[in-house]
């Protein structure tokens, strides 16, 4: 495959990845993680690890995240890919309302690499108070996921 036909066929894929944890269609979402995913979150709220490993622990962590959330809109504003073609640098916000109605905005930044076609390391930056203030504190984040 061309350089370019990689990229593009990368940029697809990452994309497509957002547009379905927007749409909740999970099970084509979770198509997406390489089975040796690893998700981190270095900043994150207290309750949460900062790391979960394979993709089980990742499908499961993102059936909570996503069934807490009765609509889930994400704004990418900047994509960048690294100089390696398959390393993705993403700013965005997030437009979400909870179950219970209090909405969730935090604003991002992900880092993405993909192997085989699939998401081998997703890195999550965001404002932990945000989390803790829509979801609740420590014990009930733990309670959560």
């Not at 997406?32 to 979960?52: C, I, Q, S």
């Not at 900047?78 to 969730?104: A, M, V, W």
């Amino acid at each position: 495959m061309l350089e370019t036909d990689q990229k593009s066929a990368n940029m697809t894929i990452v994309e497509r990845f957002f547009d379905l944890l927007e749409q909740n269609k999970l099970d084509e979402f979770h198509q997406l993680w390489h089975d040796d995913v690893v998700f981190e979150m270095p900043y994150t709220a207290p309750g949460l690890k900062e790391r979960y490993v394979g993709k089980p622990s990742v499908v499961r962590f993102f059936n909570i995240f996503r069934n807490s959330l009765d609509k889930a809109l994400f704004n990418l504003i900047t994509i960048q890919e690294n100089h390696r073609l398959n390393h993705f640098i993403i700013e965005g916000t997030s437009d979400c309302l909870t179950n219970d109605g209090k909405p969730y905005r935090n604003r991002y930044v992900w880092a993405i690499e993909l192997k085989e076609d699939k998401v081998k390391l997703f890195r999550e930056y965001s404002n932990p108070l945000i989390i803790q203030a829509v979801f609740g504190g420590e014990t009930a984040l733990e309670k959560i996921f």
